[in-house]
Every structure is written in C-alpha cells, then in structure tokens.
C-alpha cells in the first residue's frame, strides 16, 4: 500500500479537481480530505455517511460568575486580553480571543475558571462511488487542524490495510501550514499542483522546500497550463532545475467547472475530453512511478 498525497502552494490551483478526477482513475483506493479548514471534496464525492466521531479542539476557559471574586488575578496575567471586565460589573472571558493556554485557570485563587475543549469539530467515515472515503468538518474559527488530519489519515490507513488496498490518496490542504505539514509526514510521495502565475510558482517553490525537507519524493503537474504559457515555461525550467518529473500539464477547460456543478469528477463528465486524456496520463506515469522506481526502493 502506498500514500499519495496532492497539495498546491495557493488555494484555487486545482488541487481538489484533480484529485476527484484521479479517483476516478484509480482501482482499490481509500480516499482522505486532509482540507479540514475548508474541506469540499465531499461535494463531488456525495458520500454516504456510516460513522460520525467527535474532534476535541482548543481548550477555551470560563468563568464561574459565583465563585469569582473580581480579584483581576485572571486578567494580569491573561497574555491574550481575552479577559475584561462586564458592564454590570464582574469578570468574563471573550472565547474568540482566548487561546486556551489555562493559566488564567492555574491562577484563579478560587478556582473559578474551568476549561472544556471544543466539540465543534467532527470526522466522518463514509461510503462512495470511488471507494472508502474520511473526512472531517471544522467549525468556523477552531483550531488544532493539524491533529485533526493526522485522526483522519490514521483512519484512511486502517481501513487501507483492512480492506488490502493498493493505495491511499489524500487531498491536503493549500500552503505550508500546519495542516499541510500533518499531510506531507510519512506520505510516500507527493503531487504538487501549480497554477502558471506569478504568485502560483512563488508559493510552489515554498512548498518544494517543505516537502524536500521531509525527503518525500515529489512529481508535478501544471494545471491551467494555456492560460499563461510564459509562466508555464518558467515553472518547467524551475522543475527541471529541481530535478521534480513533471507528469503532465493540463488545459484550461471549461468542462472541469461544468462537472463540478454537476458534481461530478472531470473523467466522469466527459469521458473522451483532452483533460480526461490528460489526467489519465497522469495516473499512468505516478503509478509507474510508484511500482518501479527506486525512489521508493526502501518502501
């Protein structure tokens, strides 16, 4: 069994399209949204939902109204200013600006502050068309992303082994942030989406350096490839500078939207498209790639 995850340095490079378009392309796959921020693979997926399990985020604190005393202890020391006083008089504490470190609750001398973690967080393992699929819903504003993916990616390959699949497929979240770093860890290869702009390649190469970092090997693919072919040449000179194959370039195609709307992968929608072509393409060279080459000799 071997873990592909895909990532792209911005948000609205593709990332999440071509991944549906894969799974339509791929046998004997479990499927993983590690876009728990904003996950949306689920749109084209249309899973039907067999487990829901509960994500215990960021701590927030409180503070019990009777037993506090107004010493202010709490608010010197809050490093947050999450703490302030009522109109009315008394203490509260603003859950939008507190960051749950619970010293506020450490040195309540009445021990008036209490601490819960968030339960508005929650991942799902479900059915699909494509195969097993989990995924996970944040609430607005919560935290601990980064854990949260690890959960679901623990629960992608425990099924993966379960059911002897040949591969897990993860779509990961945009940037090289913390839930990008949790997608990128003990993958086995990663597919970087680029977008042939200006800030597309800028972000792309900060992705590059993180994946390198982790000596995970890497492929590409520029997306929207005709859409600025001057940049499309630059990133295809930057790949070869960095020694990253580049499976294949893909055009800009109006179909890709339609079948989103018609929530639907690109490779469903239009079977004979140059993009559907394209993607299978892409498939081919990764999965050969994967089986044979001595990059993943030590897997």
């Known amino acids: 069994m071997k873990e592909v995850t ?18 339509s392309c791929m046998p004997n796959t479990v499927f993983c949204d590690n876009d728990v921020d904003a996950a949306d693979l689920h749109l084209v997926f249309n899973p039907e939902v067999k487990e829901t399990h509960t994500f215990y985020g960021a701590w927030v604190a409180s503070i019990n109204g009777d037993q506090c ?53 929650h991942w799902f393992v479900s059915d699909s068309r494509f195969g097993p699929f989990v995924h996970a819903k944040m609430g607005p504003g919560e935290e601990n992303s980064g854990k949260l993916v690890t ?16 591969f897990i497929l993860n779509d990961g979240p ?62 295809e000179m930057y790949l070869q500078e960095m020694n990253i194959p580049l499976l294949e370039k893909i055009p800009f195609d109006t179909r890709m939207v339609e079948s989103m709307i018609d929530r639907k992968s690109i490779v469903e929608y239009s079977e004979s498209s140059e993009t559907t072509k394209r993607i299978r393409s892409v498939w081919q060279k990764l999965n050969t790639e994967l089986n044979y080459s001595s990059l993943f000799s030590k897997i």
């Open 6 to 23: 895909i990532l792209s340095g911005k948000g609205g490079a593709g990332k999440t399209s071509i991944t549906a378009a894969l799974a």
């Open 69 to 121: 005393t107004n010493c202010g202890i709490c608010r010197k020391h809050c490093h947050f200013d999450a703490i302030h006083y009522k109109e009315g008089g008394g203490l509260y504490i603003n859950p939008f600006q507190c960051e749950g470190c619970r010293l506020c609750e450490r040195v309540c001398p009445t021990r008036a502050i209490t601490s819960e973690q968030s339960t508005n967080n």
């Open 151 to 166: 959960q679901v990616r623990q629960k992608a390959q425990e099924i993966a082994k379960n059911n002897n699949a040949d």
């Open 174 to 235: 945009p940037g090289i942030g913390c839930s990008a770093i949790s997608s990128v860890t003990g993958t086995n290869a990663v597919l970087v989406v680029i977008e042939p702009t200006r800030s597309g390649l800028h972000d792309a190469e900060r992705l590059v350096e993180l994946v390198q970092s982790f000596e995970i090997p890497l492929f590409a693919v520029i997306n929207k490839c005709d859409i600025n072919e001057e940049m499309t040449a630059v990133i």
